[in-house]
């Protein structure tokens, strides 16, 4: 198939190296503009902009698709479909209605279950045991097109870091599936019932609540793992928390219950086992309990 692709993070580059190794002509790619990064802040292509570069496959990067122009230019493709996966950017009707079989969306959870901005966040947060991978023909609504696929994956205990790396490829080898008999391949229409829309992370978020159960300290630590990353400060210090454990013991909440940074939870409690320190690499909490001495009774914020 003549294919356009769309996409911006790390998350869609399985997808568009899965379309090139199934023999699909990949004609052109869109992503997001280079931003400013690094402490030089400059402009660096986005995960799929550079992967598309190192297979020779033309790159557009437009800030809308509101210019009539820009429209324009992506119907004069002609491409049989268009395959998006976390692009980033709102797409008009009439970019949604120029490729022959319409735009197609990766979606990394179970529709409608979460649509919107972070679905794999949500997902973790709210304890889903099992999240997955929707393909759907895209409409102009958020994430409400009819589904042409679904694979399912158990959550576990997973990072969202993890399982963004596991849906993402889960979605490659679903949308080239969808392809490779898209003329036959019936739309369904999503459930009506069981909608959630996932709202884009506020960093605010990622600190951790103490006053909630220690499942929920748990979730919050692997929703934001890797990034933004959960945290809690002490003496104007902020400390990111990449991993933690259970513990079996009650205290008041936000408090330490020992020397080893047992932290009291609204019940339970939870111990970090990966940490970091601004400005430091993550490290074991050992490691951290070597240069930093957090005594029973210290209140964490």
């Known amino acids: ?13 399985p997808t568009l190296n899965a379309l090139v190794i199934a023999g699909h002509d990949v004609v ?67 970019v949604l209605d120029a490729p022959r079989y319409g735009c197609l969306n990766v979606h990394a959870s179970l529709l409608p279950r979460w649509r919107g901005a972070a679905p794999i966040h949500r997902a973790i947060l709210a304890g889903d045991p099992v999240t997955g991978v929707t393909i759907m023909k895209m409409e102009a609504g ?63 978020e990622s600190r951790l ?3 909630r159960a220690a499942e929920h300290v748990a979730r919050q630590v692997r929703a934001f ?8 400060e002490l003496d104007g210090e902020r400390y990111r928390v990449l991993k933690v454990e259970l513990a079996n013991r009650d205290g008041k909440a936000g408090l330490t219950l020992d020397d ?16 970091q320190r601004a400005g430091r690499p993550v490290m074991g909490i050992d490691e951290l309990l070597r240069g930093r001495t957090f005594p029973s009774g210290t209140k964490l914020a």
């Open 225 to 232: 793992a890797p990034v933004p990353g959960a945290f809690f």
């Open 142 to 204: 958020l994430d409400t097109g009819p589904m042409l696929a679904i694979a399912r994956t158990l959550i576990d205990d997973k990072t969202a870091g993890e399982l963004a790396e596991e849906l993402s490829g889960i979605g490659a080898t679903l949308m080239v599936e969808v392809l490779a008999d898209l003329e036959t391949r019936r739309a369904e229409p999503q459930p009506e019932l069981g909608v959630n829309y996932a709202r884009k992370i506020d960093k605010a």
């Open 209 to 211: 609540d103490f006053s």
């Open 28 to 94: 052109c790619v869109y992503s997001q503009p280079p931003r400013p990064a690094g402490r030089g802040k400059q402009l660096l292509a986005s995960p799929v902009h550079r992967a598309a570069e190192l297979r020779g496959i033309p790159v557009r990067t437009p800030h809308t698709f509101r210019d009539l122009d820009r429209q324009a230019e992506f119907a004069a493709l002609e491409a049989d479909v268009a395959v998006v996966a976390a692009y980033g950017l709102i797409l008009p009707q009439p």
């Open 260 to 275: 080893r940074l047992t932290i009291a939870c609204g019940h339970g409690a939870v111990r970090p086992v990966l940490i």
């Open 1 to 13: 198939m003549r294919v356009i692709f769309m996409g911006t993070p790390e998350f869609a580059v």
